[in-house]
């Protein structure tokens, strides 16, 4: 079975400092970990993924994140936060054949002039 | 636009009452899923359809019924709602490419109250 864990339900950072959220996974089969971010009344949009190879990906609007297997994490860093990265941000996981994504609870960045 | 479209946006519902949730989409996806999202849970995979005529279960199916007769469309049926329901839900779709392109296209959202 897969689950998702997101340490800490708020974040708040200054802009222009680093910007990290935490997850954690677990999975029965090699993990396919993705990030979404999602403005206020909005959906999800996808920032980025890993499914194999380079274990570093790079997503939209500077984003990036570390696919770590021994530490079962796939935390999403951001080196300097700007205002328009405020929103909530999700992590999952999916099965093996992408029928099934499992969402942690969020985790809602603040950032401070 | 191409995308996802969820109707309505805003509902309330009395208890014991249903309804259906619109989505359709214009990218001829076959995967399409419905998704509810509550504070502090994230999203939970209610139902999903691999293409017409095929659905299956999610995390959280009771209270909900689901019929893919298109390729475009995937309803949500409310059959008697409950105050638990009460959530903001989801549609996505994708592409059958195992994930590799793009993940999910999100809808909007409807945010449901039943009271």
């Known amino acids: 079975a897969q689950s998702v864990t997101q340490l800490g339900s708020h974040v708040s950072v200054s802009e222009g400092a680093l910007v990290l959220l935490r997850c954690n996974y677990s999975s029965s089969v090699p993990p396919y970990l993705f990030w979404y971010v999602q403005y206020p009344n909005q959906g999800l949009q996808l920032l980025l993924k890993?499914?194999?190879?380079?274990?570093l990906v790079k997503g939209i609007n500077g984003f990036e994140a570390e696919f770590k297997k021994s530490e079962t994490s796939f935390h999403l860093t951001k080196p300097s936060a700007h205002m328009s990265d405020a929103a909530e941000y999700f992590c999952?996981?999916?099965?093996?054949?992408?029928?099934?994504?499992?969402f942690g609870s969020g985790t809602k960045l603040n950032v401070k002039p | 636009n191409a995308g996802v479209t969820q109707t309505p946006k805003f509902q309330v519902l009395k208890t014991g009452q249903s309804m259906t949730l619109q989505c359709a989409q214009d990218?001829?996806?076959?995967?399409m899923s419905w998704y509810r999202q509550d504070p502090g849970m994230g999203l939970r995979l209610i139902h999903y359809?691999?293409?017409?005529?095929?659905?299956d279960q999610g995390e959280v199916p009771n209270g909900y019924n689901v019929s893919r007769s298109t390729t475009e469309d995937f309803p949500l049926r409310l059959l008697s709602a409950a105050p638990s329901q009460t959530s903001v839900y989801f549609c996505?779709?994708?592409?059958?490419?195992?994930?590799?392109?793009?993940?999910?296209?999100f809808g909007s959202g409807t945010r449901l109250t039943v009271v």
């Open positions: 890993y499914t194999t190879g380079a274990t």
């Open positions: 359809s691999v293409g017409a005529g095929i659905t």
């Open positions: 996505a779709s994708r592409q059958p490419d195992r994930g590799l392109l793009g993940g999910y296209t």
């Open positions: 990218m001829n996806h076959e995967y």
């Open positions: 999952a996981v999916s099965d093996g054949n992408f029928n099934k994504f499992y």
